[in-house]
């Protein structure tokens, strides 16, 4: 049984931080690559950030200095640091697990997601 679960969301005012977590379980989670994704209202869901299983970081242009994503393999954890929250941030933020083997198929499990509410 596999589980991804988010924790970490709230309200909080404009310029105020948040760190999230994502606890796994049921994967071999340093063997996956973990990522955030966020869904605003009214938008598309978006990629923000993700890390390999070697630790190579990749965070999308429009929070490049914002937003930081890490990893703990010891305790299968990977979390998102967010720093000068804006109200566009506002979202549903998800966590992702990927895994490819091969040319065996992907396994690719989702959270159920966290909310992030900016107020200004």
């Known amino acids: 049984q596999v589980q991804l679960v988010e924790s970490g969301g709230g309200l909080v005012q404009a310029g105020g931080s948040l760190k999230l977590s994502c606890a796994a379980s049921g994967i071999i989670f340093s063997e996956n690559a973990m990522s955030w994704y966020r869904r605003a209202p009214g938008k598309q869901r978006e990629l923000v950030a993700r890390?390999?299983?070697?630790?190579?970081?990749f965070v999308t242009y429009s929070v490049k200095g914002r937003f930081t994503i890490s990893r703990d393999n010891a305790k299968n954890t990977v979390y998102l640091q967010i720093n000068s929250l804006k109200p566009e941030d506002t979202a549903v933020y998800y966590c992702?697990?990927?895994?490819?083997?091969?040319?065996?198929?992907?396994?690719?499990?989702w959270g159920k997601g966290t909310q992030v509410t900016v107020s200004s």
């Open positions: 890390i390999t299983r070697s630790f190579t970081t």
């Open positions: 992702n697990s990927y895994y490819k083997s091969g040319s065996r198929p992907a396994a690719d499990y």
